[in-house]
């Protein structure tokens, strides 16, 4: 500084002490230079004057916004001196390079009017107004502090509790910001197409923006009824934490409070996150619900609200902003990473960059030199120069000071460089919805982003003369006032989005479109395109899987430019599968929409693992069959082909020139063709299933079935498998002509009561309860046949064999002999053998095993009951066309069966697979997409219905007690919920007691304690079947069950038994054990001490001793000995 600046420096410094001490009544000497002005007192009217008054005394033009950019005299001194130079560091003009860009992926939002993506984007294109009438209570609540208007989230209290797996009690203490940020999350991880199987233990961050908890303030002081519940639910800490929780997140986890700007703030904590490695991914916003009028009233009295409910950003009306809530969220990845993925991305963070302006002109005074650093900062971290920069989304809270502070910061930044004709759009979203406050940032994020990707700028609103105090003709911008579309340029487009808290934390981040030319193309297979598309759906309940099925329809009518590849690859590969679930096929829109206008839900409740595939035998090939999945390199026709090539081995004929000979099917009533065949086709089958991600946990074979179900179990190798095909077709072969068989409905003991006067006739199968296969000889069978009454349904297969008959004995020694070198290995999968009728390992397997296979009856029925005992009710057929699944469903008549498919029909086009695929996903199956399905993008499709239902505390008088019981409202209630579960549980002691139907009881008992302690209202919509953790069942519930039903029934419960995905019938069924073994144990007991007393000397003198209740208690033992 030469003598002349330091002259001048000091004449300004003494000009204003002189001012200040005269306006203010100060004196001189408490006036220091480095102090903010707000310090002594000076309001905004009081410092536009001393700018006029400044302009005489420097002879230059003073914007009257210059005291809230230089805040100090010390400050303004230096400005005016060195040209703006403040003594802050030098900045490092490096940028970032592009390969640290972010891109978003995924977003969700609930603002006002707007409960998506789509209808956000739709009222700002059509520059609407959301702002409305305070709706219901709170109307009047704050009509009486000014605030008739806001931008309102509707339904703020309701709630679907049971999607996120919470109990009502715990939901209904719950802030609805809360709550409200959990449906945005998972709408924004959908919207990225993130199952939950994709997030769980990923390395994701969570960054909410929230400051504020109106819902909280009186529970939480209230000593009597507030619990834990109230406390987790009303943490601000939480609402980040809960997310990681539900989803099973490892990354950070952190609610980010700097007031205004705080969501924004969570978008630079986010990318900072991803940019150290610190996350892989990381879901970013905020969230702000306005129920306390205080803050509103407090807000009014210090200037801050439009009087007309209106804000009038950038205008010369402009008085303040309008309170508006909501929440979003966005999902964010790193660039490659989302490449690599192939994630939809709807635009690119190129930067970013958050600051404080200290000690400014009062704590809640915008700076606009600290606004213009923090744009300064973004833009270096970009790599990007203020010329570059094609629209800005402003803070832009529309107050008369705050706007041109703001827009002059701007021009600053962007003026450098910038030639005079181009220009850079703003504008700011609080003119349609308001200032969401903590969620004012995402708001505004939200919106640039949809901006970029439909390349359109926005209108800004109520905007009808500018500010006088913006310059706007002298600065290189342009406010929005109607839709601005623009084409693919040169350059992709770059915005930046402003969020500035009033505590002077100040964020700005900059985007840029996404050029779609980087994605990589659709994944392709060499597997064919399907002929039928499988649309997936599901949900956590009927109602919520139903509506979905509705939209999904719509959908399909009115998006007629998304490809059913794209649909269908998004809901089967990018959507979390639910337990209730409907699948539909089509090979068109149209086919699909009727599917789901037909569509019957279905809760996959079933285990999937209890899955059974079914191998039929001989006797439903047919020419061609299997040619429709021998294309391509899939599993199908890999397997064939290992088959053909050891076939050959064997037979020195080709399996694959048999099936491709056209018309020529000369080979159908050859065994020692056909059943070669038929085996090879059941294993390709089998490689095409476990391809598509089903794995059976057992198996049953159907005569030559039988061999399969062993390849299947992996007991016999492929090799070993075709030897056996080998030897036991050719050796049947041999006895071509020399029998018949006879398919009869008539049960097995009429049957064989019959059979004594036909000794060349005997049973081949048992298929069903009345589903009899005889063979013998044919003119036994056919003298049979004549004398059966006409009222018994009979049918002559069309063959010359008698398999499984006498005709076979011959064949059996030979057999034994040829399938000597067979080796055979311990199971993996539960065999049900037709051949004993039993499960059975492989352990005791021999030559003598497939000898009896071929001459012994097909003991089917029984194979299929004893695996239906041991709980197995979903059955697959693998053959060329369903012969037995018929029979699984005659046997499973009493619903032991809840599924029955099959996987190839005679003149299948390879329909057949993909419906069994379908009903095996709504039976509960995971299926491997990637392999069963579409091929495509991920793309937009609808996201989940909510099925919400009113969630609140009203009052103090209605808030958690943290009792067990129903809470009931006052001391009598207490008492009376007391009184009736003690009636029950003596109920229950008796029925146990009196050993008579106990467990019904019990169920409803319990169904009324949980339903109690979750708050489920009434007892009755509890289900008995669904898992207590799903319902919200949590530790601090099951340990007040634990003790509650410990104290009711006086035994012994294990906690862990309430949370191990136990449902309330399987927690009845374990109480009603611990109480008959106690009751058992009892009865022992005073057994012994009879008998001691029956062999005492002194009998007389013992009896003398018991009491009046042991007397009962001897008399009805010795009762009931007499009566057994």
């Given at each position: 500084?030469?003598?002349?600046?330091?002259?001048?420096?000091?004449?300004?410094?003494?000009?204003?002490?002189?001012?200040?001490?005269?306006?203010?009544?100060?004196?001189?000497?408490?006036?220091?230079?480095?102090?903010p002005?707000?310090?002594?007192?000076?309001?905004?009217?009081?410092?536009?004057?001393?700018?006029?008054?400044?302009?005489?005394?420097?002879?230059?033009?003073?914007?009257?916004?210059?005291?809230?950019?230089?805040?100090?005299?010390?400050?303004?001194?230096?400005?005016?001196v060195?040209?703006g130079?403040?003594?802050?560091?030098?900045?490092?003009?490096?940028g970032?390079?592009?390969?640290?860009?972010?891109?978003?992926?995924?977003?969700?939002?609930?603002?006002?009017?707007?409960?998506?993506?789509?209808?956000?984007?739709?009222?700002?294109?059509?520059?609407?107004?959301?702002?409305?009438?305070?709706?219901?209570?709170?109307?009047?609540?704050?009509?009486?502090?000014?605030?008739?208007?806001?931008?309102i989230?509707?339904?703020?209290?309701?709630?679907?509790?049971?999607?996120?797996?919470l109990?009502?009690?715990?939901?209904?203490?719950?802030?609805?910001?809360?709550?409200?940020?959990?449906e945005?999350?998972?709408?924004a991880?959908?919207?990225?197409?993130l199952?939950?199987?994709?997030?769980n233990g990923?390395?994701t961050?969570?960054?909410v923006?929230?400051?504020?908890?109106?819902?909280?303030?009186?529970?939480?002081?209230?000593?009597?009824?507030s619990?834990?519940?109230?406390?987790?639910?009303?943490?601000n800490?939480?609402?980040?934490?809960?997310?990681?929780?539900?989803?099973?997140?490892?990354?950070?986890?952190?609610?980010?409070?700097?007031?205004?700007?705080?969501?924004?703030?969570?978008?630079?904590?986010?990318?900072?996150?991803?940019?150290?490695?610190?996350?892989?991914?990381?879901?970013?916003?905020?969230?702000?619900?306005?129920?306390?009028?205080?803050?509103?009233?407090?807000?009014?009295?210090?200037?801050?609200?439009?009087?007309?409910?209106?804000?009038?950003?950038?205008?010369?009306?402009?008085?303040?902003y309008v309170?508006?809530?909501?929440?979003?969220?966005?999902?964010?990845?790193?660039?490659?990473?989302?490449?690599?993925?192939?994630?939809?991305?709807?635009?690119v963070?190129?930067?970013?960059?958050?600051?404080?302006?200290?000690?400014?002109?009062?704590?809640?005074?915008?700076?606009?030199?600290?606004q213009?650093?923090?744009?300064?900062?973004?833009?270096r971290?970009?790599?990007?120069?203020?010329?570059?920069?094609?629209?800005?989304?402003?803070?832009?809270?529309?107050?008369?000071?705050?706007?041109?502070?703001?827009?002059?910061?701007?021009?600053?930044?962007?003026?450098?460089?910038?030639?005079?004709?181009?220009k850079?759009?703003?504008?700011?979203?609080?003119?349609n919805?308001?200032?969401?406050?903590?969620?004012?940032g995402?708001?505004?994020?939200?919106?640039?982003v949809?901006?970029?990707h439909?390349r359109?700028?926005?209108?800004?609103?109520?905007?009808?003369?500018?500010n006088?105090?913006?310059?706007?003709r002298?600065?290189?911008?342009?406010?929005?006032r109607?839709?601005?579309?623009?084409?693919?340029?040169?350059?992709?487009?770059?915005a930046?989005?402003?969020?500035?808290?009033?505590?002077?934390?100040n964020?700005?981040?900059?985007l840029?479109?996404?050029?779609?030319?980087?994605?990589?193309?659709?994944?392709?297979?060499?597997?064919?395109?399907?002929?039928?598309?499988?649309l997936?759906?599901?949900?956590?309940?009927?109602?919520?899987?139903?509506?979905?099925?509705?939209?999904?329809?719509?959908?399909?009518?009115?998006?007629?430019?998304?490809?059913?590849?794209?649909?269908?690859?998004?809901?089967?590969?990018?959507?979390?599968?639910?337990?209730?679930?409907?699948?539909?096929?089509?090979?068109?829109?149209?086919?699909?929409?009727?599917?789901?206008?037909?569509?019957?839900?279905?809760?996959?409740?079933?285990?999937?693992?209890?899955?059974?595939?079914?191998?039929?035998?001989?006797?439903?090939q047919?020419?061609?069959?299997?040619?429709?999945?021998?294309?391509?390199?899939?599993?199908?026709?890999?397997?064939?082909?290992?088959?053909?090539?050891?076939?050959?081995?064997?037979?020195?004929?080709?399996?694959?020139d048999?099936?491709?000979?056209?018309?020529?099917?000369?080979?159908?009533?050859?065994?020692?063709?056909?059943?070669?065949?038929?085996?090879?086709?059941?294993?390709?089958?089998?490689?095409?299933?476990?391809?598509?991600?089903?794995?059976?946990?057992?198996?049953?074979?159907?005569?030559?079935?039988?061999?399969?179900?062993?390849?299947?179990?992996?007991?016999l190798?492929?090799?070993?498998?075709?030897?056996?095909?080998?030897?036991?077709?050719?050796?049947?072969?041999?006895?071509?002509?020399?029998?018949?068989?006879?398919?009869?409905?008539?049960?097995?003991?009429?049957?064989?009561?019959?059979?004594?006067e036909?000794?060349?006739?005997?049973?081949?199968?048992?298929?069903?309860?009345?589903?009899?296969?005889?063979?013998?000889?044919?003119h036994?069978?056919?003298?049979?046949?004549?004398?059966?009454?006409?009222?018994?349904?009979?049918?002559?297969?069309?063959?010359?064999?008698?398999?499984?008959?006498?005709?076979?004995?011959?064949?059996?020694?030979?057999?034994?002999?040829?399938?000597?070198?067979?080796?055979?290995?311990?199971?993996?999968?539960?065999?049900?053998?037709?051949?004993?009728?039993?499960?059975?390992?492989?352990?005791?397997?021999?030559a003598?095993?497939?000898?009896?296979?071929?001459?012994?009856?097909?003991?089917?029925?029984?194979?299929?009951?004893?695996?239906?005992?041991d709980?197995?009710?979903?059955?697959?057929?693998?053959?060329?066309?369903?012969?037995?699944?018929q029979?699984?469903?005659e046997?499973?008549?009493?619903?032991?069966?809840?599924?029955?498919?099959?996987?190839?029909?005679?003149?299948?086009?390879?329909?057949?697979m993909?419906?069994?695929?379908?009903?095996?996903?709504?039976?509960?199956?995971?299926?491997?997409?990637?392999?069963?399905?579409?091929?495509?993008?991920?793309?937009?499709?609808?996201?989940?219905?909510?099925?919400?239902?009113?969630?609140?505390?009203?009052?103090?008088?209605?808030?958690?007690?943290?009792?067990?019981?129903?809470?009931?409202?006052?001391?009598?209630?207490?008492?009376?919920?007391?009184?009736r579960?003690?009636?029950s549980?003596?109920?229950?002691?008796?029925?146990?007691?009196?050993?008579?139907?106990?467990?019904?009881?019990?169920?409803?008992?319990?169904?009324?304690?949980?339903?109690?302690?979750l708050?489920?209202?009434?007892?009755?919509?509890?289900s008995?079947?669904?898992?207590?953790v799903?319902?919200?069942?949590?530790?601090?519930?099951?340990?007040?069950?634990?003790?509650?039903?410990?104290q009711?029934?006086?035994?012994?419960?294990?906690?862990?038994?309430?949370?191990?995905?136990?449902?309330t019938?399987?927690?009845?069924?374990?109480?009603?054990?611990?109480?008959?073994?106690?009751?058992?144990r009892?009865?022992?007991?005073?057994?012994?001490?009879?008998d001691?007393?029956?062999?005492?000397?002194?009998?007389e003198?013992?009896?003398g001793?018991?009491?009046?209740?042991?007397?009962?208690?001897?008399?009805?033992?010795?009762?009931?000995?007499?009566g057994?």
């Amino acid at each position: 500084m030469d003598k002349g600046q330091d002259k001048r420096y000091k004449d300004i410094c003494n000009w204003f002490v002189q001012q200040i001490s005269a306006l203010k009544q100060i004196s001189q000497h408490e006036i220091k230079a480095e102090f903010p002005f707000s310090r002594y007192g000076l309001d905004s009217k009081e410092l536009v004057s001393l700018s006029g008054e400044l302009e005489s005394f420097v002879k230059r033009s003073v914007d009257p916004t210059l005291f809230w950019d230089y805040p100090s005299i010390q400050a303004v001194a230096r400005h005016f001196v060195f040209g703006g130079e403040n003594g802050h560091a030098a900045r490092d003009d490096c940028g970032a390079e592009q390969e640290d860009a972010i891109a978003v992926i995924g977003m969700g939002c609930r603002f006002p009017k707007s409960r998506s993506i789509d209808e956000y984007w739709h009222h700002l294109r059509s520059g609407e107004n959301c702002i409305t009438e305070m709706p219901g209570l709170r109307s009047s609540r704050f009509a009486q502090d000014g605030m008739h208007r806001a931008g309102i989230v509707e339904e703020i209290d309701l709630f679907d509790n049971e999607a996120f797996h919470l109990s009502p009690r715990e939901a209904e203490q719950m802030d609805p910001q809360q709550r409200m940020l959990l449906e945005v999350v998972w709408e924004a991880l959908e919207d990225a197409g993130l199952t939950n199987e994709a997030m769980n233990g990923s390395r994701t961050g969570v960054f909410v923006g929230i400051s504020s908890n109106d819902y909280g303030c009186g529970k939480l002081s209230d000593y009597e009824r507030s619990g834990i519940y109230t406390v987790t639910g009303n943490s601000n800490c939480i609402a980040a934490n809960r997310i990681s929780y539900i989803w099973n997140l490892r990354g950070p986890s952190m609610a980010v409070d700097t007031a205004c700007s705080s969501s924004l703030v969570a978008v630079h904590l986010a990318c900072q996150s991803l940019k150290t490695g610190e996350t892989n991914m990381a879901i970013a916003g905020g969230v702000n619900v306005i129920l306390n009028p205080a803050i509103s009233k407090a807000f009014r009295e210090a200037g801050m609200l439009s009087a007309d409910g209106r804000c009038k950003t950038f205008d010369s009306r402009a008085d303040g902003y309008v309170r508006g809530e909501g929440a979003g969220a966005v999902i964010l990845k790193p660039l490659a990473a989302a490449l690599r993925d192939r994630d939809r991305i709807y635009a690119v963070i190129r930067g970013s960059a958050v600051n404080q302006d200290g000690l400014s002109n009062g704590l809640t005074a915008p700076n606009g030199q600290a606004q213009e650093e923090v744009l300064q900062d973004a833009y270096r971290i970009a790599g990007l120069s203020g010329e570059e920069i094609d629209y800005i989304e402003a803070h832009g809270t529309g107050t008369a000071l705050g706007d041109p502070i703001e827009v002059q910061a701007i021009g600053r930044v962007l003026s450098r460089n910038r030639s005079a004709a181009s220009k850079c759009y703003i504008g700011s979203v609080k003119t349609n919805i308001g200032h969401l406050e903590a969620a004012a940032g995402i708001a505004g994020f939200i919106k640039t982003v949809l901006c970029l990707h439909y390349r359109e700028w926005v209108p800004n609103l109520n905007l009808q003369e500018i500010n006088p105090y913006i310059p706007l003709r002298d600065l290189p911008l342009q406010i929005v006032r109607d839709p601005v579309s623009w084409s693919s340029g040169s350059r992709p487009s770059v915005a930046g989005v402003s969020s500035f808290g009033f505590g002077g934390t100040n964020a700005h981040v900059v985007l840029q479109e996404y050029a779609t030319s980087l994605m990589p193309p659709a994944q392709t297979s060499q597997q064919a395109p399907p002929s039928l598309h499988i649309l997936p759906l599901s949900a956590n309940s009927h109602g919520s899987l139903t509506r979905l099925a509705a939209d999904m329809q719509r959908y399909l009518q009115e998006r007629a430019d998304a490809s059913l590849d794209d649909i269908c690859y998004t809901a089967q590969q990018r959507r979390t599968h639910r337990a209730w679930r409907a699948a539909v096929l089509g090979s068109n829109r149209e086919e699909l929409a009727l599917g789901l206008e037909r569509l019957t839900a279905t809760c996959a409740s079933a285990d999937p693992s209890n899955l059974v595939f079914v191998f039929s035998g001989q006797g439903n090939q047919w020419n061609g069959m299997g040619l429709q999945y021998l294309s391509g390199d899939n599993a199908f026709t890999r397997t064939f082909l290992e088959c053909d090539a050891i076939w050959s081995k064997y037979a020195g004929w080709s399996l694959w020139d048999e099936l491709h000979r056209g018309a020529d099917d000369a080979w159908a009533d050859r065994t020692d063709a056909a059943q070669p065949l038929v085996f090879a086709v059941q294993a390709s089958l089998l490689a095409l299933w476990r391809s598509w991600g089903i794995e059976p946990k057992a198996v049953i074979g159907h005569s030559l079935g039988e061999i399969s179900a062993h390849y299947a179990a992996g007991v016999l190798t492929l090799e070993d498998a075709m030897r056996i095909v080998y030897w036991r077709g050719t050796l049947m072969q041999s006895t071509k002509g020399q029998g018949a068989m006879v398919s009869i409905r008539m049960p097995l003991a009429d049957i064989e009561q019959r059979l004594g006067e036909y000794p060349g006739v005997g049973i081949s199968a048992v298929n069903g309860p009345s589903s009899i296969v005889l063979a013998g000889e044919a003119h036994e069978v056919e003298r049979l046949l004549r004398n059966l009454p006409d009222t018994v349904k009979t049918h002559l297969l069309s063959s010359s064999f008698a398999f499984h008959s006498h005709l076979m004995e011959p064949l059996c020694d030979r057999l034994q002999t040829e399938l000597g070198p067979v080796r055979y290995r311990l199971a993996r999968l539960r065999i049900y053998s037709t051949v004993t009728g039993r499960m059975e390992n492989g352990l005791r397997l021999g030559a003598e095993h497939w000898s009896d296979n071929m001459r012994k009856p097909v003991r089917f029925a029984d194979a299929l009951h004893a695996a239906m005992l041991d709980g197995y009710e979903a059955f697959v057929e693998l053959g060329p066309h369903p012969v037995l699944t018929q029979h699984v469903e005659e046997c499973g008549q009493d619903g032991e069966v809840k599924l029955a498919a099959f996987s190839m029909r005679r003149g299948d086009d390879g329909a057949c697979m993909p419906e069994a695929a379908a009903r095996l996903y709504r039976y509960g199956a995971d299926l491997d997409w990637n392999a069963v399905g579409s091929r495509g993008q991920c793309i937009a499709i609808p996201t989940y219905p909510w099925e919400k239902r009113r969630l609140w505390i009203d009052d103090p008088e209605a808030s958690e007690r943290g009792t067990i019981g129903a809470v009931p409202d006052s001391q009598t209630d207490r008492a009376r919920e007391s009184s009736r579960h003690a009636s029950s549980v003596q109920h229950i002691l008796q029925a146990v007691h009196d050993r008579v139907e106990t467990l019904p009881l019990l169920e409803e008992h319990l169904q009324g304690m949980f339903a109690s302690v979750l708050k489920i209202i009434p007892a009755s919509d509890l289900s008995l079947d669904r898992p207590l953790v799903m319902l919200g069942m949590d530790s601090i519930m099951a340990l007040q069950l634990k003790h509650a039903i410990e104290q009711q029934f006086q035994v012994s419960l294990p906690i862990v038994q309430l949370l191990e995905g136990i449902t309330t019938r399987q927690a009845a069924s374990k109480l009603h054990g611990i109480l008959l073994d106690a009751r058992d144990r009892q009865s022992n007991e005073e057994r012994s001490r009879i008998d001691d007393l029956l062999n005492s000397g002194d009998m007389e003198r013992d009896l003398g001793e018991l009491s009046d209740e042991d007397m009962e208690r001897l008399l009805l033992l010795l009762t009931q000995e007499k009566g057994s």
